[in-house]
C-alpha cells in the first residue's frame, strides 16, 4: 500500500514544477525583452564615436566652408579697389621694358617729326600741328593698346597648358614652387616671362598671393583672377589643388572654344561691315586717281570741306554701330 506521505510530496513536487513552468513561460518574454534592450544600449555605444566622427566631419566641412567665403569676400574686395592703370603698367602690359619717360620723349619726337615733315610737303600750320598731335598723342598709345591686347590673347591661349603641368606635376608628388618653376623655364612667351616674373618674387620672400595681385595687374584677365583665386583658396584653406586645376583647365579650354564658335559666327558680319565701312574711302581714291579735278572740290571749297567733315563724321557714327553690333559679350 502507497504511502499517503510520499504521495503528498510528490504532489507538491509536481505543482512546483507546473508553477515554475507557468512563470517561466509568462516571464521569457520580459526578460529577453531585457537582453535585447542591452544589446541596444551595446550597439548604440559602439556607434557613438562613428556618429561624433561624422558630426566633427560636418562640423569641418562647414568650417572650411567658412574660410572660403572669407578668403573670396577679400579678393572681391580687393579687385573693387582697383586703381586705374598707369602709363608704366600699360607699357608693361604691352611687353615693353622701357621708362614712362622714354615713352613721352619717343612720343614728343614722332610728333615733332610729323607736323616738320608736313610743313616740308607744304601742308598749312595748322593741319601740321593737328597731324603732329595726332601722331605724338595718339599713335603711341593706340599701338601700346594694340600690343597689350594681343599679348593677353598669346597669354591666354597658352594658360590651360600651363595650368595642365601643374596639374600634372602636383599629382607626380611634385610641389607647387617646383611645377611654377618648369613653367617658367619651358613654357613658351608671354606665359614663361610673367611665370618667372611670379618665381623671381617668391625666391625674394614675396607671397604667392601678393605675386598673383601683380600677375594680374600685368595680365588683367579674368581667367588670370580665376587661377589666383583657386591657388590662394587652396593655399589657406587646403583641398585637392590637382582637381582645383584640372576643372579650371577645362573651363578655359571650354572658353576658347566658345570664343571661336563666336567668331566664326560673326565672321560674315565683319566682313560685310568691313566691306561697308571701307567703300567710301576707297570709291573716292579711285575717284581722285582717275579725275583729280572732280574730287579736289572737297578740300578746296569751303562747302566741299564742310561736306567732307560731314561725311566723315557719319561714317564714323556708322563705323561704331556696325561693331557694336558684331562684337559679342560670352
Not at 502507497?2 to 526578460?31: F, H, S, T
Not at 607736323?115 to 601700346?144: D, H, K, N, Y
Not at 583729280?292 to 572737297?298: C, E, H, R, T, W
Request: glycine share 8%; aromatic share 6%; hydrophobic share 50%.
Amino acid at each position: 500500500m502507497i504511502d499517503p506521505q510520499l504521495v503528498k510530496l510528490a504532489a507538491v513536487v509536481l505543482v512546483a514544477i507546473a508553477v515554475g513552468g507557468i512563470a517561466y513561460v509568462l516571464l521569457i518574454p520580459y526578460l529577453s525583452g531585457e537582453k535585447k534592450s542591452d544589446k541596444r544600449l551595446a550597439q548604440f555605444a559602439k556607434d557613438q564615436p562613428k556618429r561624433r566622427s561624422r558630426g566633427g566631419d560636418s562640423d569641418l566641412i562647414i568650417t572650411r566652408k567658412k574660410e572660403v567665403q572669407e578668403t573670396l569676400k577679400e579678393l572681391e574686395a580687393r579687385q573693387k579697389f582697383k586703381k586705374k592703370a598707369t602709363l608704366k603698367m600699360r607699357l608693361a602690359r604691352a611687353g615693353f621694358d622701357v621708362t614712362p619717360r622714354s615713352f613721352y620723349m619717343a612720343s614728343l619726337g614722332l610728333g615733332v617729326g610729323t607736323a616738320l615733315l608736313m610743313l616740308i610737303t607744304g601742308s598749312s600750320p595748322l593741319l601740321s600741328l593737328a597731324a603732329g598731335a595726332s601722331a605724338g598723342l595718339g599713335a603711341p598709345r593706340w599701338v601700346v593698346n594694340f600690343l597689350g591686347k594681343r599679348r593677353q590673347k598669346r597669354f591666354l591661349r597658352e594658360l590651360a597648358n600651363a595650368i595642365d603641368i601643374i596639374v600634372r606635376g602636383v599629382k607626380s608628388g611634385l610641389p607647387l614652387n617646383d611645377c611654377l618653376h618648369i613653367i617658367a623655364v619651358e613654357t613658351p612667351e608671354p606665359v614663361r616671362e610673367e611665370f618667372e616674373n611670379l618665381v623671381e618674387q617668391q625666391k625674394v620672400g614675396i607671397p604667392l598671393a601678393k605675386a598673383f595681385e601683380g600677375m594680374l595687374d600685368r595680365v588683367p584677365l579674368p581667367e588670370v583672377n580665376f587661377f589666383s583665386i583657386v591657388v590662394s583658396i587652396q593655399q589657406k584653406t587646403g583641398g585637392n589643388l590637382a582637381e582645383a586645376l584640372g576643372n579650371l583647365a577645362a573651363v578655359l579650354r571650354d572658353r576658347q572654344r566658345l570664343a571661336g564658335k563666336v567668331a566664326a559666327f560673326s565672321a560674315e558680319a565683319k566682313t560685310s561691315a568691313a566691306i561697308i565701312g571701307a567703300l567710301p574711302p576707297l570709291v573716292m581714291l579711285m575717284l581722285f586717281m582717275s579725275t583729280p579735278d572732280y574730287v579736289a572740290i572737297l578740300w578746296t571749297d569751303r562747302l566741299g570741306k564742310i561736306m567732307l567733315m560731314a561725311s566723315g563724321f557719319w561714317m564714323l557714327c556708322g563705323v561704331l554701330v556696325m561693331r557694336k553690333m558684331i562684337n559679342f559679350d560670352y
